[in-house]
């Protein structure tokens, strides 16, 4: 899950002087599904108040290993999807209709009711050009936004370190659930926060690890040694902002361990904070899975998929075409009709408000489900 909020004009201390209100259901975070921004809230305003235009916040999250497309969005009027599926489809008696072809699955309760009130996009057909079915590549192709594997930064890190201060605001970008920096994030430039462990808020490895810094600094002369204390102190500075903001926290949603579930509590929370128009969710997998399900009744490796694009700012509705099951690729695959990058292109300028062909390195057509640009 990756956050990215906007706060340009701020001082590393004005920064954390403002102020955070650290919000999200304990389990939820921890099992790495929804990241809360409420830790940006304070400092949001703070921004605003600097004439920042752009307060909008972002948060991806991960649905890692392959989403079923197909069995996340049901194309319940296709018996062509019956005939592929003989086992699989058996869900689609269940699933809750949102137009006479599609279905969401019937454990997106939560996501369906969003839906209905017009707060949930989703991009159908989602995919690039010459998909790769590995797992690592493919995760690799999605954090840099590069089908042609060159690109190293990450799009969002890259975001980051092209639009704000460089300088050094330890949440402007953070990543949750992990020990390391997501490949989307990374970029040399940009200023990251790392958060596995939402109870201690600590360094990794405890009290021993801040005392072998300590050595270190006390022994590392001139400039590097003030570039080692800015550093130490921006980390216990943020760290101390974490817990104590996380202790004055309540959640207002109710949080659990399960996708569709943790995802409503987080929009219940956003709303009763004032942040729901603030803040887009978007889902992303590597890859989805092939139409035909396997001799044991699931599904391997495959392309085109939906996302799913979340707020009170999100023009609801479909995007895309719905994948033609009658016309698949030469190795039985889904077509992709809605290149990923389009997607990350509505996010970056319609929501974010940043130049989208400087982190991209080209336009692709728009998926307008951003209902007021930035």
């Excluded at 209709?97 to 969401?104: A, F, M, R, V």
């Excluded at 817990?243 to 004055?248: I, V």
Aim: glycine residues 12%; contains cysteine; aromatic residues 8%.
């Amino acid at each position: 899950m990756k956050e990215l909020g906007g706060t340009n004009g701020l001082s590393r201390r004005d920064f954390l002087r403002s102020g955070l209100v650290f919000g999200v259901g304990a389990q939820a975070l921890a099992s790495g599904y929804a990241a809360v921004p409420d830790v940006f809230a304070r400092a949001v305003l703070s921004a605003k108040s600097a004439a920042v235009q752009n307060d909008k916040v972002l948060v991806m999250i991960q649905l890692g290993g392959g989403n079923d497309g197909l069995q996340t969005v049901i194309p319940i009027a296709s018996s062509q999807y019956r005939d592929f599926r003989p086992q699989l489809s058996a869900s689609a008696a269940k699933a809750q209709p949102i137009s006479k072809e599609l279905g969401l699955h019937e454990n997106l309760k939560g996501i369906k009711t969003l839906y209905d009130a017009g707060k949930v996009a989703i991009v159908q057909g989602v995919g690039y050009t010459n998909p790769s079915f590995s797992h690592f590549d493919s995760i690799r192709v999605w954090e840099t936004a590069d089908p042609a594997r060159r690109q190293q930064d990450g799009w969002l890190g890259s975001a980051i370190a092209k639009n704000y201060d460089s300088a050094g605001h330890p949440l402007v970008g953070c990543a949750c659930g992990t020990t390391n920096v997501p490949g989307m994030l990374r970029d040399l430039q940009a200023t990251l926060t790392v958060i596995d462990d939402v109870k201690t808020f600590g360094f990794q490895g405890g009290q021993n690890v801040e005392d072998v810094m300590g050595t270190l600094y006390k022994s590392t002369p001139g400039i590097y040694g003030a570039l080692f204390d800015t550093a130490m102190t921006t980390v216990r500075d943020t760290v101390a902002q974490l817990r104590t903001s996380s202790a004055k926290y309540t959640p207002k949603g109710n949080y659990s361990d399960y996708l569709d579930s943790a995802i409503t509590a987080f929009h219940d929370d956003l709303t009763a904070y004032g942040m729901a128009d603030r803040v887009m969710i978007a889902t992303w997998s590597e890859f989805g899975r092939r139409p035909k399900e396997n001799a044991s009744g699931g599904t391997d490796h495959g392309t085109a998929s939906p996302i799913f694009l979340i707020g009170d700012g999100v023009k609801g509705g479909l995007y895309g075409e719905t994948p033609n099951l009658a016309k698949l690729d030469q190795l039985g695959n889904l077509s992709y009709s809605v290149d990923f990058r389009a997607v990350y292109q509505e996010i970056l300028a319609s929501h974010l408000g940043v130049d989208a062909k400087e982190i991209l390195g080209q336009s692709f057509d728009r998926v307008p489900f951003v209902k007021a640009p930035a």
